[in-house]
């Protein structure tokens, strides 16, 4: 039992921390804001406000006599959930308290500039106006890290930002056998005679592919009382387990873009619903990292979403919203949901091989430009080099190039890695689920999650920040994290598609 | 010319009240999105990030420092401007000062978690179910009163957190000569047998009519940059002067309801669109306070939107947008706009005159239950004793009735008289804008609406809080705050419509 003296220090802690995770959910809530639904001239309002509360929320983290109650909570008679609190909110305070305020404020104030920035650019293809801000972010970001420990290089400590506890190395090495071992695998692809259906050629009604996203939404177990869908540039999920919200957008070329990007969205979201209500404010009521938070999206996305079970659960509604598709059979659309698309230049319209190409140029890229040894104005044409290199095509326009992702607008360098750590996760979580549940092919063809959705709350979702992240994949798979439930689920499901 | 030192404190406070001010435009933005976007689960995250947003802001005003802050900026050699941003901060922090910041974070939690409560009690026509939580509500009030100021009246303290420099000796007067002189208008118009044309009877899409309302925002020129248009279900509006929103509602069997509350929604987005860009995060780049606010709503729905002129101006598009009105004259169409139905039990949807019976009667009822003069339970009965007594209605339902208004659940009490005296001062501003311009009536006829935009924003919008209220009023119209003016308006309007 704990006695009252711990209580006090544990309860007096959590309390500060609660606030502080308010703030940090209520600017979430203004991001959102910014990106679905404010009027273009409210940028310098916007940016004001969230410089403001990220201000505010550092303040609070790194007050005087934070380190005291920190200290007072550690030396206290934890149970292990609440020892697993005290350690996340030292590890964020460790980090936060050498951070200058001022500094957190300006980064937020110049990212909250960067977003119109960024779009504008994209839109308009121009790479040079968004140069300049560019430069700033790496400048600050980079400033950031040093404040943090300057005794390591700059992306390791930024990277640590999105996955804390796997380590730069684990990714380097993840990301290095991806390379090795797909590179190679979507070379046999394009050697391949095999023809994959084309079964969504054509144009798509973008009402039509709303109403089909909701209903992709309603088949796979989507909490409305808790969420909403809206159209955004770059899809996001957000929020907390009370109201997570995801976001699409429609290609009327393209119909399975938005269907897998809802389908990821939705899969974070319903990591976010699955934080326990009663942790609300606490550690253990937010998520464990963007790494964990891939995996989700990933595990729905493409183990579910691309599996010929969905499709052939899923047809008969995508024949529903669209005429002409009468021919079509579910392992057509199963064919077209995995096409490996030998010109494709965006990330997150990639199938799950190449998709790895595009992190590990980005990864390549945002490294070396945090490390100074990449002039921002030289990104566009080591960009076009790298898709050349990795996958043999070439970007048009930049706006198919280095301008086609938000998160460097967002001063996140060293994110994009978690991105193919997600996905090499999901494949190993997917394998343990699969292991634990039944006839886990049959439920999905037959529209059944709930088992799904159990084995993820209970072994992921629930546990919030309890265990780091290679105790949460043990805690969950029995084994440490590995690629090789990865690579050999795309092994077996591109060579049976591609007869390799 | 200020000294260093001068600019020192000055800025050093200014500086503290931004961060403040951002804080509390960010709590604006999560309070739109709860009433117009946030899924029903949301709640008790929101009320959470609410409550500490409404915490923390309270905090940094009353930090210890702040006294002397204060003092050393006063003690300063200030201009106009600068002495009135410190005595807007001292104002607030003098109130502030006297409150916990637990029941600061009280109300706020508290008024969050009442708003599904009133929504859900609305709909179902069900005040037993609001009843205990809306007398929670004043208890906290009253306490929170009591903190400010225990030698006076509570309801005379939390009337001057909505109009701080009018006092409520001045709203009494008016509201007492209000009831005097249109109580028998009222009867007079009730015994008329002029009969008023009935143009707009019949069913009415709301999609048409959303297309209508923003039809009615592009006629007046809404500046669609820094604002949209959504619906919820108690139209409001909200912002910044980068990003002011309007809200408003739609009921099939009533276009002209969602047109004039539009209209009074976008009254309000002018005056914050009109706030000064580069003092945005002062006082001075603030709006004055409700009764300011209130007149320029009203000013644009009564004095534009329910004029003759305004309907020779716009009945053409509403004819656009629905078929069979092509017999319908502008005199019909104005006499609708201005029709006093004998049997409206809604404040939102009355007309110039019985509106304000409305108010006198919603003011008689909270002031009664702050001062402990009537129990929460005997709202129903007395709400429609008083419809009785002043409309010669009674509501069927208390959903019609004491349910209608979403202010009590807000926590709001003393908001209401300012409905009134914003009503009232819109008839002085407007007399003064049409002496200023040239033909004003002309302007409108012909959807030229520039003239009275710049009276507007240079006479009251530019100036933020630089000026009391009373002296705001003497500086735009040369004279003290007057019911005569609208009460001439009134007189005049409805003698002429009902032939008295």
Redesign the interface.
């Given at each position: 039992m704990a006695s009252d003296a711990t209580v006090d220090a544990y309860d007096e802690l959590l309390e500060r921390y609660?606030?502080i995770s308010?703030?940090q959910?209520?600017?979430g809530?203004?991001s959102w804001?910014q990106e679905v639904?404010?009027?273009?001239?409210?940028?310098?309002?916007?940016s004001?406000?969230?410089?403001?509360?990220s201000?505010?929320s550092h303040e609070?983290l790194v007050e005087e006599d934070m380190e005291g109650a920190l200290e007072a909570a550690e030396s206290a008679d934890l149970s292990g959930e609440q020892a697993a609190v005290v350690r996340e909110i030292r590890r964020q305070y460790d980090r936060a308290a050498r951070v200058p305020t001022d500094l957190v404020a300006e980064i937020s104030q110049t990212t909250s500039e960067a977003l119109p920035v960024w779009k504008e650019a994209k839109a308009e293809d121009d790479f040079e106006t968004f140069a300049p801000i560019l430069e700033d972010l790496l400048d600050l970001k980079r400033e950031y890290a040093d404040h943090i420990d300057s005794s390591r290089p700059p992306y390791e400590v930024l990277f640590e930002d999105y996955e804390p506890y796997l380590g730069l190395d684990t990714a380097e090495r993840i990301l290095d056998r991806l390379r090795e071992e797909l590179v190679p695998l979507i070379d046999e692809v394009g050697e391949s005679d095999v023809e994959i259906a084309r079964p969504f050629d054509g144009t798509f009604d973008a009402d039509a592919q709303e109403a089909l996203a909701r209903d992709a939404l309603d088949t796979l177990g989507y909490?409305?009382?808790?969420?909403?869908l809206d159209t955004a540039p770059h899809p996001f999920s957000t929020?907390?387990?009370?109201?997570a919200?995801v976001t699409t957008r429609f290609d009327e070329e393209d119909p399975l873009g938005a269907l897998t990007s809802t389908i990821h969205e939705f899969g974070h979201a319903t990591y976010t619903l699955g934080l326990p209500?009663d942790e609300?404010?606490s550690p253990l009521g937010e998520s464990r990292n963007l790494s964990v938070h891939e995996s989700q999206s990933r595990l729905w996305e493409n183990h579910v979403g691309r599996s010929q079970p969905f499709w052939s659960l899923f047809l008969p509604k995508v024949k529903e919203r669209f005429s002409g598709l009468d021919d079509v059979t579910a392992r057509d659309a199963y064919e077209a949901a995995n096409r490996v698309y030998d010109d494709n230049l965006i990330r997150v319209e990639a199938d799950e091989l190449t998709y790895h190409m595009h992190i590990v140029l980005r990864f390549e890229i945002e490294r070396a430009l945090i490390e100074g040894d990449l002039d921002v104005r030289e990104v566009p044409q080591v960009w076009n080099d790298k898709m050349d290199e990795y996958l043999g095509i070439r970007p048009e326009t930049d706006a198919d190039g280095c301008l086609q992702d938000i998160h460097w607008s967002h001063g996140s360098f060293g994110y994009f890695p978690t991105y193919s750590l997600g996905s090499v996760l999901a494949a190993q979580l997917y394998e343990s689920a699969d292991a634990a549940i039944d006839d886990l092919d049959d439920d999905i063809e037959s529209g059944e999650f709930d088992a799904l959705h159990d084995w993820l709350t209970t072994n992921v979702h629930s546990h919030g920040q309890r265990y780091t992240t290679p105790d949460l994949i043990e805690e969950a798979t029995g084994e440490a994290f590995t690629a090789d439930y990865f690579l050999d689920h795309a092994t077996a499901k591109y060579g049976a598609l591609y007869d390799l």
């Open positions: 609660e606030r308010n703030i959910s209520a600017a809530v203004l804001d639904m404010m009027p273009d001239g409210g940028t310098p309002a916007r004001a406000q969230r410089s403001a509360l201000a505010t609070l909490d409305w009382e808790r969420g909403r929020g907390t387990q009370f109201d919200r209500d609300y404010g």
